[in-house]
């Protein structure tokens, strides 16, 4: 079972864009809790805490308590919203959750073994990951922080696929539910297939570059700009 968090919810009344600054400049976050066949909740958070806990791997695929004037309310993490180049949280959603009702929720992936992986340090490969994250489907109490992936084993072209993560009894990765949806989720590759696709990414980018440099010459007539006087 994943880690339980905690937080500390006020009230929060009135709405509007110069009502969210106003909480913002005083250090609070706004935040709404719904779901669970009950009224929307509008909440303010303290922004230091939700920025701590949002820094926190587990916090992101937990059950959180939050704790408000009327009780204490089992939530997960659905949505945020952040200032687009600050380290500041504007808005966030919380789904509540019910002990007999099965969620959906991504979870990330630990990588493990990669110091005993042959394919890398007696083959000189390079370990890929494809994907960092997986959507399970369970019960709340049954909700993992992570799901681990071994590739102490693999050689050099050999991967490891969805099917291969060990899951607790009572979670699925909700991909699998549907047949032929088991994918690759780690591989290691040779250096030489590395620098292959790097070459092709350069070999774009060049190209692409000169496209544009093509399309920027000046027409016929028409001063190159560096030589066009101001009018």
């Given at each position: 079972m994943s880690t339980q968090y905690q937080i500390q919810a006020l009230p929060r009344t009135g709405r509007g864009t110069a009502t969210g600054r106003k909480y913002r400049r005083a250090g609070s976050v706004p935040a709404v809790l719904y779901g669970a066949g009950k009224d929307n909740q509008s909440l303010l958070l303290n922004h230091n805490e939700i920025l701590r806990n949002l820094e926190t791997e587990g916090f992101q695929s937990a059950i959180i308590d939050i704790q408000t004037e009327n009780g204490t309310e089992q939530a997960i993490l659905r949505d945020v919203q952040m200032h687009p180049y600050k380290a500041q949280v504007m808005h966030v959603?919380?789904?509540?959750?019910?002990?007999?009702?099965?969620?959906?929720?991504?979870?990330?992936?630990?990588?493990?073994?990669?110091?005993e992986c042959p394919g890398v340090y007696n083959e000189g490969g390079i370990e890929s990951h494809l994907i960092n994250e997986v959507e399970v489907e369970c019960l709340p109490a049954d909700l993992p922080e992570y799901l681990e992936v071994d590739i102490s084993g693999l050689h050099l072209h050999e991967s490891v696929k969805l099917t291969d993560i060990k899951v607790p009894e009572d979670v699925v990765i909700t991909a699998l539910l549907h047949e032929g949806e088991d994918q690759t989720i780690a591989s290691i590759l040779a250096p030489k297939a590395i620098e292959e696709e790097e070459l092709v990414e350069a070999e774009e980018e060049a190209l692409a570059e000169g496209e544009e440099e093509e399309g920027a010459e000046p027409t016929e007539g028409?001063?190159?700009?560096?030589?066009?006087?101001?009018?």
């Open positions: 959603d919380f789904q509540r959750v019910s002990a007999t009702e099965k969620i959906r929720i991504a979870v990330p992936l630990h990588f493990i073994g990669g110091e028409e001063a190159p700009k560096e030589e066009q006087q101001p009018e």
